[in-house]
């Protein structure tokens, strides 16, 4: 199966950005790729996705207007450029992609994606 590895977390100050990379072991051409995280003690949550075919992307309501996901030209790095972090995106995040469905099943099941190990974002006061 395809592999991704995460990179380009880091400890920033609230108001900073990052900009985290998704690496693919493949073209990711084809692939749904989405965002989660997890910070510690709490559940998992979708960050943002994009779909092959779909020039729309979907993102949760609590990054709207602050992150944006993208795919490198090459469609082999997918990104989530991340800016204005706040203490609350404290969290491991993690790429996941996923042959495209044609719908939104890997927002919904994001199990059934293929995982990366993940890179962890600090967000200090």
């Known amino acids: 199966q395809v592999q991704v590895v995460e990179s380009g977390g880091g400890l920033v100050q609230s108001g900073g950005s990052l900009r985290l990379s998704c690496a693919a072991s493949?073209?990711?051409?084809?692939?749904?790729i989405g965002w989660f995280r997890q910070a510690l003690g709490k559940e998992r949550e979708g960050v943002a996705m994009?779909?092959?075919?779909?020039?729309?992307?979907h993102s949760a309501d609590f990054v709207k207007g602050r992150f944006t996901i993208s795919v490198s030209n090459d469609k082999k790095t997918a990104y989530l450029q991340m800016n204005n972090l706040k203490r609350e995106d404290t969290a491991l995040y993690f790429c996941?992609?996923?042959?495209?469905?044609?719908?939104?099943?890997?927002?919904?099941?994001?199990?059934?994606?293929?995982w990366g190990q993940g890179t962890q974002v600090s967000v200090s006061a």
């Open positions: 994009m779909r092959r075919g779909d020039p729309a992307t």
């Open positions: 493949v073209s990711l051409d084809g692939y749904d």
């Open positions: 996941t992609v996923e042959r495209s469905s044609g719908g939104m099943r890997l927002w919904r099941f994001p199990e059934k994606g293929t």
